[in-house]
């Protein structure tokens, strides 16, 4: 035998292999108890951790019920605070306008007692304020100067009863409004009115310049030319000139100069003459309403009617119009000085009167 010849390994015995065999037996039964043990120890665990846990969930809902509740009662308690604070702001503002109320009143009862005390005197003031604007409405709205000078008037005598110094530039514009009132002539509208009454009452007597005459009136003969004839004229001559007179005396022709009128039927005669009534009537409507823009118009017109349908020449035709002449020239609307002055000094005491 050589050394490179592989040697032979005896087999195992059998009680060698028992012996393994027991021990991995052994070895097996200590795992599976070892992991029996963890098993139930793991399983133990987990009952313990499982009721902790479901306890302390019991408490975490029990402390979330408690804190809600808390909550609640907090919100309560801040809603009533806040309530409480509201009614104590309501109640301070309350208070505040109370006392503002209160100080008013007393201001108002100090003013009161401070115009009793020297109340008399503005009291007078303030009326103859109101006069002097009374005045001022006359003029400016009624133009009634007559009016406004018994406003003044009155008003100079209550600022002569108060005999107060500062007062007397007051009364000096009043003066001095009163003479330029008084200085303004008043239009006659009585006077003008009685005229024009007159003029409509002889309005219908007024000749037309087309009158139609109901029966024929024949003029003044005109004296005709005569025809001198010498003593030694024959027969033929004389007859040409006897027949030559009595035919001039049966034909007359003459010419006229100016237009002649075309004669008006009775009912527009009539009408004519209404017309002009209306004209007058209206003028001294206009008149008493003191419209001088109409009355002016009116007279116009009224005198241009006269020259359309009347004679200009009749002495009655050319009084009337002289008398619309002069009633044309009234003034109806006179310029009025207005009382501002002495309202303007008296509102300037006003103020600075306590």
Do not use: C
Request: hydrophobic letters at 45%.
């Amino acid at each position: 035998m050589t050394d490179d010849a592989p040697t032979a390994v005896p087999p195992p015995s059998a009680a060698g292999l028992s012996w393994r065999r027991a021990l991995a037996l052994l070895l097996v039964l200590a795992t599976l108890a070892g992991l029996g043990w963890g098993g139930w120890t793991l399983r133990q665990q987990w009952q313990s951790t499982t009721e902790m846990l479901e306890a302390e969930d019991a408490l975490i809902r029990r402390l979330s019920y408690q804190v809600r509740q808390l909550e609640a009662d907090t919100e309560n308690l801040s809603r009533r605070n806040d309530d409480n604070d509201s009614t104590s702001r309501r109640n301070a503002q309350q208070l505040a306008a109370l006392q503002n109320q209160q100080e008013a009143e007393q201001l108002a009862l100090a003013r009161i007692d401070e115009t009793l005390r020297g109340g008399r005197a503005r009291f007078q003031l303030a009326a103859v304020e109101e006069l002097l604007l009374l005045a001022n409405d006359r003029v400016r709205l009624a133009r009634d100067a007559r009016g406004a000078v018994l406003a003044l008037e009155t008003a100079d005598a209550r600022l002569a009863a108060l005999s107060d110094p500062r007062l007397v530039p007051v009364r000096e514009a009043l003066a001095q409004e009163r003479l330029a009132l008084l200085s303004v002539a008043p239009a006659d509208i009585a006077g003008a009115a009685l005229s024009l009454g007159g003029l409509i009452s002889r309005a219908p007597m007024l000749p037309l310049r087309a009158h139609s005459p109901s029966h024929f009136e024949p003029g003044a003969p005109r004296a005709e030319p005569h025809i001198d004839l010498p003593p030694d004229a024959g027969w033929p001559q004389r007859l040409w000139v006897g027949v030559r007179e009595a035919l001039s005396s049966v034909f007359r022709i003459h010419r006229e100069a100016r237009p002649v009128d075309r004669l008006l039927p009775p009912e527009q005669e009539a009408l004519v003459q209404q017309l002009l009534l209306i004209k007058l009537e209206s003028t001294r409507l206009a008149l008493l309403r003191l419209e001088p823009s109409a009355y002016r118009d009116l007279i116009d017109s009224s005198r241009a009617w006269l020259v359309d349908y009347y004679k200009s020449d009749d002495p009655a035709v050319l009084a009337v119009d002289s008398e619309l002449e002069r009633l044309r020239a009234l003034d109806l609307a006179p310029g009025l000085p207005e009382p501002a002055k002495s309202l303007e000094r008296l509102r300037g005491i006003l103020r600075g009167t306590p």
